[in-house]
Nanobody, 116 residues
């Protein structure tokens, strides 16, 4: 069974930074993609960033390019989302996701609130 646990959310002011962590456990082997998604109140969940386990290549939503960086530490089975220059529109619940063997697995989410 795959498990994902996010941490690191909080309340910050615009322009500040946060780093989210996603600790993974279970059968995460082979070909897979890790991702960070977010969902703001009244809006659909949207993709923020992805990282592929083989190449380590990353992709970002246009709204966060140049401000957010996704990375991984394979020794710790953890992925991160470094968020800089935060804006009020970044306020959302952030979810960690792994897409593996045709299925998505999600964490419980962590709240990020950016005040203006």
């Amino acid at each position: 069974q795959v498990q994902l646990v996010e941490s690191g959310g909080g309340l910050v002011q615009a322009g500040e930074s946060l780093r989210l962590s996603c600790a993974t456990s279970g059968s995460i082997v082979g070909i897979y993609v890790m991702g960070w998604y977010r969902q703001a109140p009244g809006k659909q969940r949207e993709l923020v960033a992805t990282i592929r386990n083989g190449s380590g290549s990353t992709n970002y939503a246009d709204s966060v390019k140049g401000r957010f960086t996704m990375s991984r530490d394979n020794r710790k089975n953890t992925v991160y989302l470094q968020m800089n220059s935060l804006k009020p529109e970044d306020t959302a619940v952030y979810y960690c996701d792994v897409y593996i063997r045709g299925l998505h697995y999600w964490g419980q989410g962590t709240q990020v609130t950016v005040s203006s």
